[in-house]
């Protein structure tokens, strides 16, 4: 299963972006989909995860401001940004994780998008 993520850009603080990732590939169904960020020197942190189920989990930093949202009919994961800061700064990548079917059997899949980047002016 393949992802592929847009909506990246240079912004200034306080606006907002509207970032997408659209998942491909095969007959698949998708059990839960992230949205994590990566800033220069730091580590890979979880930003919105929403489960098959609905549920949502979001960081503390961006509970609030940021909104992750799904439409199934079109495999595609969003996640609206608003009031966005400096320290949001960084590539965004999506994640997606389920069960990707075969002819004759299925098998399990973990996949990462591209990244885009996501750059907040002072």
Not at 61 to 87: C, H, W
């Amino acid at each position: 299963v393949q992802l592929q993520a847009s909506g990246g850009g240079l912004v200034q603080s306080g606006e907002s972006l509207k970032l997408s990732c659209a998942a491909s590939g095969g007959i698949f169904r998708i059990r839960s989909m992230g949205w994590y960020r990566q800033a220069p020197g730091k580590q890979r942190e979880l930003v919105a995860a929403l489960s098959r189920d609905g549920s949502t989990n979001y960081a503390d930093s961006v509970k609030n401001r940021f909104t992750i949202s799904r439409d199934g009919a079109k495999n595609t994961l969003y996640l609206q940004m608003d009031n966005l800061k400096p320290e949001d700064t960084a590539v965004y990548y999506c994640k997606a994780d389920g069960t990707v079917f075969y002819s004759d059997y299925a098998s399990e899949f973990s996949s990462w998008g591209q990244g885009t980047l996501v750059t907040v002016s002072s």
